[in-house]
């Protein structure tokens, strides 16, 4: 089974609704990691969380990291077409080395103007 | 833009030659790594260097090998390539004093 969950595979939104993609882990997560990705092309970084009930915010992407620091939500308000692409959440998982980052099968974005 | 440049972003090859993928990142990021990507998957780890020193590796056979060189540039290369080696490879460096890991835009791997 996969050691980091996504949820959902894929989702299709109308511009301007919000949205939340959910990462989960049975393990413990030593810092995670969001990133956003075009079809084929390298990851953009969007934010590290590393201790538990951490929430960083930028423009209009939320992440939170649970206090069990097993579980991660991003959410996204009022998206915009520019959002389209694949939300992956990375992340150092107990047992691995440091930075050493097991990955999400990604989430698949589409906004509809 | 992240600081992470890599080379080619595209290339051939066919199975059982080998292949050399270059990465260069920004002064002062010690750590690099580097990630196979499968179509319709996410990165999986291949091994990491920090100053130029390999201390950490995933679950890639020892025909994937690397390099770390002084001026904060790498390589990785592949000897015996084989079709599923076909994958997107993307290289990633760490600022020392930060824990974010910054991507380049990868190298598109074809093995036919």
């Known amino acids: 089974s996969q050691e980091l969950e996504q949820s959902p595979q894929s989702l299709i939104v109308q511009e301007g609704k919000n949205l939340t993609i959910n990462c989960t882990s049975s393990?413990?997560?030593?810092?995670l990691y969001w990133y956003k990705q075009k079809y084929g092309e390298g990851l953009i970084f969007l934010m590290m969380l590393q201790k538990g009930g951490e929430e960083k915010s930028h423009e209009k992407i939320t992440a939170k990291l649970d206090e069990k620091k097993q579980q991660s939500s991003l959410h996204i308000t009022a998206s915009q077409p520019s959002h389209a692409g694949i939300y992956l959440c990375?992340?150092?998982?107990?047992?691995?080395?440091?930075?050493?980052?097991?990955f999400g099968k990604g989430t698949k974005l589409s906004v509809i103007p | 833009e992240t600081g992470v440049t890599q080379s080619p972003t595209h290339l051939i090859k066919t199975r059982g030659q080998q292949v050399t993928l270059r990465c260069s990142s920004q002064s002062g990021h010690n750590t690099v790594s580097w990630y196979q990507q499968a179509l319709g998957q996410g990165p999986q780890f291949i091994f990491q260097?920090?100053?130029?020193?390999?201390?950490g590796r995933g679950n890639f056979p020892p025909r994937f090998s690397g390099l770390q060189f002084p001026n904060y540039s790498s390589e990785l290369n592949v000897n015996a390539l084989e079709l599923d080696d076909s994958a997107l490879y993307l290289c990633?460096?760490?600022?020392?004093?930060?824990?974010?890991?910054?991507f380049g835009e990868g190298s598109r791997l074809t093995v036919l």
């Open positions: 260097y920090y100053r130029e020193e390999e201390n």
């Open positions: 990633a460096s760490r600022p020392s004093n930060t824990g974010e890991l910054f």
């Open positions: 393990k413990t997560l030593y810092g």
């Open positions: 990375g992340a150092v998982l107990s047992g691995a080395g440091s930075y050493q980052l097991t």
